[in-house]
């Protein structure tokens, strides 16, 4: 049997032999020890750890790269980042979205993103030109990245008028998620009823920005696990940041973790965005703000990580890279046993996908070729090392390649 591409001496997660992968056509055909095969393209791992593409579900493409216009806050005072991305909207143009977007969309495909949502803010300052510009990448980037679109109110909708009627536009144009920011409506349950009634008239997955805070007291999340069980939308809802859960007693913790497994509803922890805003009410003995998303999952709950945001405000840094992100993540929650770090790389791939609905993902015959070689043995190694990925592969068309650092010894 001849392949169209063939990955030699591959190691699997949880797997200590060396494969190798055969595809045809874009799709696995074959994984075993010794295929035998000749191939138009042979690839050599080298042992290294083969992943499924990452996924990157919560992102900022249209506001990444802008923190040249606007300045952060870093002292201890309010961060003030949505106003401060706000007063800048004005300058935003469909092309200039385009090119910054262009650029923060190919660090990620370099890092072995594969699929990615990404959230595109509509308002009546920046009105569709975030979203169109953000949308010409779609096509444009398809050869290695399927992207969608999640549209949403970051400056508040009931109190935005007209926001709701550029979000139902962007979503007959070609968005096919809505968000939500209720933080910045007065009537936060408002918005989130409002999102659940437009969900379902346009059939289509929720996925808000929600609890961002220093005190559990009052929880958005529960209302949103109630309105998805009234409305069927299990495994259709997620809800992003939720920092106010890093904040209550673990038993509390637990409860709501339950409650989130039982109501269908997933949770994505943003670590970078989180560590950066949160805790700015204090001056010593500061809160880092970071959900310990594996002792949720232990209730049950189905939590993955993300970016968040580029370059802008909310967070100053960034190259869209995972495997750093969940190495971020992994020393905030002060977790770094094996068992764990298996766990994180879920996070962004397995339960990622899950979270995005993608009926055909993994390492496993007759599924897309979207794989990406990384520089160590195991997931767990990897995020230990923060390991380069060396190489990816979109529907089994290599997309990108990296190569290793060579050292050049004296003689």
Same mark, same amino acid.
């Given at each position: 049997?001849?392949? /169209?591409?063939?990955?030699?001496?591959?190691?699997?997660?949880?797997?200590?032999?060396?494969?190798?992968?055969?595809?045809?056509?874009?799709?696995?055909?074959?994984?075993?020890?010794?295929?035998?095969?000749?191939?138009?393209?042979?690839?050599?791992?080298?042992?290294?750890?083969?992943?499924?593409?990452?996924?990157?579900?919560?992102?900022?493409?249209?506001?990444?790269?802008?923190i040249g216009r606007c300045p952060c806050e870093t002292?201890?005072?309010?961060?003030?980042? !949505?106003?401060?991305?706000?007063?800048? &909207?004005?300058? @935003?143009?469909?092309?200039?979205?385009?090119?910054?977007?262009?650029?923060?969309?190919?660090?990620?495909?370099?890092?072995?993103?594969?699929?990615?949502?990404?959230?595109?803010?509509?308002?009546? &300052?920046?009105?569709?030109?975030? @979203?169109?510009?953000?949308? %010409?990448?779609?096509?444009?980037?398809?050869?290695?990245?399927?992207?969608?679109?999640?549209?949403?109110?970051?400056? *508040?909708?009931?109190?935005?008028?007209?926001?709701?009627?550029?979000?139902?536009? %962007?979503?007959?144009? *070609?968005?096919?998620?809505?968000?939500?920011?209720?933080?910045?409506?007065? /009537?936060?349950?408002?918005?989130?009823?409002?999102?659940?009634?437009?969900?379902?008239?346009?059939?289509?997955?929720?996925?808000?920005?929600? /609890?961002?805070?220093?005190?559990?007291?009052?929880?958005?999340?529960?209302?949103?696990?109630?309105?998805?069980?009234?409305?069927?939308?299990?495994?259709?809802?997620?809800?992003?940041?939720?920092?106010?859960?890093?904040?209550?007693?673990?038993?509390?913790?637990?409860?709501?973790?339950?409650?989130?497994?039982d109501a269908g509803v997933a949770l994505t922890v943003?670590?970078?965005?989180?560590?950066?805003? !949160?805790?700015?009410?204090?001056?010593?003995?500061?809160?880092?703000?970071?959900?310990?998303?594996?002792?949720?999952?232990?209730?049950g709950a189905l939590c993955n990580l993300s970016t968040?945001?580029?370059?802008?405000?909310?967070?100053? @840094?960034?190259?869209?890279?995972?495997?750093?992100?969940?190495?971020?993540?992994?020393?905030?929650?002060?977790? *770094?046993?094996?068992?764990?770090?298996?766990? !994180?790389?879920?996070?962004?791939?397995?339960?990622?996908?899950?979270?995005?609905?993608?009926?055909?993902?993994?390492?496993?015959?007759?599924?897309?070729?979207?794989?990406?070689?990384?520089?160590?043995?195991?997931?767990?190694?990897?995020?230990?090392?923060?390991?380069?990925?060396?190489?990816? @592969? &979109?529907?089994?068309?290599?997309?990108?390649?990296?190569?290793?650092?060579?050292?050049?010894?004296?003689?």
């Amino acid at each position: 049997m001849a392949f /169209d591409l063939l990955i030699r001496r591959a190691r699997l997660a949880d797997s200590d032999t060396e494969t190798e992968i055969g595809v045809t056509d874009g799709r696995i055909a074959a994984i075993g020890p010794s295929l035998g095969a000749e191939a138009g393209e042979v690839v050599d791992a080298g042992g290294c750890f083969v992943s499924p593409g990452f996924v990157e579900t919560h992102i900022h493409l249209d506001k990444s790269g802008i923190i040249g216009r606007c300045p952060c806050e870093t002292g201890r005072n309010p961060h003030m980042a !949505m106003e401060r991305t706000s007063a800048v &909207k004005h300058s @935003f143009t469909v092309e200039d979205v385009n090119a910054r977007a262009r650029a923060t969309l190919e660090k990620a495909i370099s890092h072995g993103c594969t699929v990615m949502r990404t959230h595109a803010e509509v308002d009546p &300052k920046v009105g569709l030109r975030g @979203f169109q510009g953000v949308k %010409a990448l779609v096509d444009a980037y398809k050869w290695a990245l399927d992207l969608e679109i999640c549209v949403m109110p970051q400056e *508040g909708m009931l109190d935005n008028p007209g926001t709701e009627e550029l979000m139902i536009e %962007a979503l007959k144009s *070609g968005a096919t998620v809505i968000g939500a920011a209720p933080n910045y409506d007065r /009537d936060r349950a408002g918005q989130i009823r409002r999102v659940f009634e437009i969900a379902r008239d346009f059939d289509i997955d929720i996925d808000m920005h929600l /609890d961002s805070g220093s005190s559990a007291a009052e929880l958005d999340t529960l209302l949103v696990c109630e309105l998805t069980e009234k409305m069927g939308w299990g495994g259709r809802v997620t809800v992003g940041h939720v920092t106010k859960l890093s904040t209550m007693p673990p038993a509390e913790m637990d409860k709501v973790g339950k409650r989130m497994a039982d109501a269908g509803v997933a949770l994505t922890v943003l670590p970078a965005t989180d560590l950066y805003l !949160m805790g700015r009410d204090q001056d010593h003995n500061i809160r880092r703000g970071v959900v310990d998303a594996n002792r949720l999952m232990q209730s049950g709950a189905l939590c993955n990580l993300s970016t968040n945001n580029v370059s802008n405000p909310f967070t100053p @840094f960034g190259d869209a890279q995972l495997i750093r992100m969940a190495n971020l993540y992994a020393n905030v929650v002060q977790r *770094g046993m094996e068992d764990d770090l298996r766990k !994180m790389w879920d996070m962004f791939t397995t339960n990622s996908a899950r979270i995005l609905r993608l009926k055909e993902y993994g390492i496993a015959v007759g599924h897309p070729a979207d794989l990406v070689i990384v520089d160590a043995p195991t997931p767990a190694q990897a995020l230990r090392d923060i390991a380069p990925t060396l190489m990816g @592969f &979109k529907r089994g068309r290599r997309s990108f390649t990296r190569e290793r650092a060579v050292l050049h010894r004296p003689g």
